[in-house]
Antibody
């Protein structure tokens, strides 16, 4: 059974950087079929996919246009985890952040999800 | 970007059938996935590829997809089914996971 465990701070000031980690058990971040995503949820924006990383003989990343330029998602094969870094946060980045696995990559679904981390950006 | 529209709320009595729609342009040509989210919890996959159930999801959950509408049907609704439900499709490489607006199911 695949499980994802998130960690990271939940309170940030504007202009700071958000960093979250998602530890994987029951699967490998280097899987040749899965993809590993970060999604956030807020009342104003609903569920919003932010980006993903996946391995297909090489590492690849895709990022949402809405956060491109501010976001980096990195795999860590030694710890079987992946991380989210979002720079220059504003109050609009306040949301619950989730990590999730797509077992099949393209055309796929997200299962399972991490437990979620509430991130509040406030001065 | 692809837009998926759901009704904000659906109310149903226990034992009855709840139908939650997800509307999108020619959504019938896409694979639709559905998630259940209870308050304070992460979303949980309840249907994938329109109508397949993950292990542990009751047979009461079923799905269909045709034309411009996909539907999640919950038969013999129980109090424990009260939750928000979201549909999701594959968009494109630049926006691979597109989510619906969400429907709150209330069990009367």
């Amino acid at each position: 059974q695949v499980q994802l465990q998130q960690s990271g701070p939940g309170l940030l000031k504007p202009s700071q950087s958000l960093s979250l980690t998602c530890v994987i058990s029951g699967d490998s971040v280097s899987s040749n079929s899965a993809a590993w995503s970060w999604i956030r949820q807020s009342p104003s924006r609903g569920l919003e996919w932010l980006g993903r990383t996946f391995y297909r003989s090489n590492w690849f990343n895709d990022y949402a246009v809405s956060v491109k330029g501010r976001i980096t998602i990195n795999p860590d094969t030694s710890k079987n985890q992946f991380s989210l870094h979002l720079n220059s946060v504003t109050p609009e980045d306040t949301a619950v952040y989730y990590c999730a696995r797509d077992p099949v990559g393209k055309g796929g679904y997200l299962d399972p999800w991490g437990q979620g981390t509430l991130v509040i950006v406030s001065s | 970007s692809y837009v998926l529209t759901q009704p904000p709320s659906v109310s149903v009595a226990p034992g009855q059938t709840a139908r939650i729609t997800c509307e999108g342009n020619n959504i019938g040509s896409e694979s639709v996935h559905w998630y259940q989210q209870k308050p304070g919890q992460a979303p949980v996959l309840v249907l994938y590829y329109d109508s397949d159930r993950p292990s542990g999801i009751p047979e009461r959950f079923s799905g269909s997809n045709s034309g411009n509408t996909a539907t999640l049907t919950i038969s013999r609704v129980e109090a424990g089914d009260e939750a928000d439900y979201f549909c999701q499709v594959w968009g494109s490489s630049s926006e691979p996971y597109v989510f619906g607006t969400g429907t709150k199911v209330t069990v009367l």
